[in-house]
């Protein structure tokens, strides 16, 4: 019979000590499989896994990971004795931790508009220049102003877009200030698009 | 990194009064921050397209802002 850890609801380090104590039970060369419900646990044992030679397949079913292994003639010292440094582990083939940019005007900050105007500017052109970049930036009410053709907001914007970033520019904001024929960076995206783009990201940068 | 040579100002009421100058005057201008090997302060200046830049000088000349001309690699 197949052997199996079920890692279902635990949070990490948990997870891992599991599938290292259940490996050290079975024979070199046998297989087991770890089952996980928890995306960041998933890509965690994964990482542990493999630091451990244990040749991780993973499957996914429905909401469910499985892990197929298979005990190492001999596992890793060094990953079998710190299973904790590797949780939190950025999921693999991303160096971008998940953060999304949302602009909520085309001002940084409150206090004087000149100088929040001229900050964003700031903002934008250095956020292009960043190693880690967001994967989405939100756009809406006067936010969308930053999107205008010709600004250097935009140009900024536009090379994001060439680095993947998803830029997104509030629709229903567009038409309020009758400016879409001015849109010249971004997708004009819709609430819905919005709302779930905000409910996905692990980490919202407000500016 | 930008290698556009970089126009900073003492302040930074003298880069939004530049700014709106440019603006006047149809000069597209970029607002980026002050980079860490010249300033830590947070400061902004502004960088024109290279072609613009003549002509960007001698408008700031006229209405008597001082400024200096940083080109990247070189000592601030």
Known sequence: MMHTVD??????????IMARNALREIREGEKMT???????????????????GAKPLAEK??????????KPAEASET?????????NIPQQGDSRTNYIVVARS????????????????????????????PTHIIMYNGGVKLAVKDT??????AELEDKDVSVLVCGTCVDYYQMKDRIGVGRISNMYQIATTLAEAQKVVYI | MTKEPLLLFP???????????????????????VPEEISSECGM???????????????????GLGFKIHKRGEDA
């Open chain 1, 152 to 157: 250097d907001t935009a140009a900024a914007l």
């Open chain 1, 34 to 52: 770890v089952i996980s419900d928890n995306e960041i646990s998933f890509q965690n044992l994964m990482s542990f896994l493999e630091d451990l």
């Open chain 1, 106 to 133: 085309s001002r940084m900050g409150e206090g004087d508009e000149e100088l929040g105007a001229l900050l964003i500017r700031g903002y934008f052109n250095a956020l292009k220049e960043m190693d880690v970049l």
């Open chain 1, 61 to 70: 079913k429905e909401d469910l990971y499985f892990i197929e292994v298979t």
């Open chain 1, 79 to 87: 990953a079998d004795k710190n299973p904790e440094a590797y949780c």
């Open chain 2, 11 to 33: 302040n930074v009421h003298k880069v939004m009064t530049a700014d709106r100058i440019c603006k006047k005057n149809n000069i597209t201008t970029r607002v980026i921050p």
């Open chain 1, 7 to 16: 890692t279902k609801g635990h949070l990490c380090p948990e997870p891992l």
């Open chain 2, 45 to 63: 200046c502004l960088v024109v397209a290279p072609a613009e830049m003549e002509r960007c000088v001698v408008v700031l000349e006229e209405q």
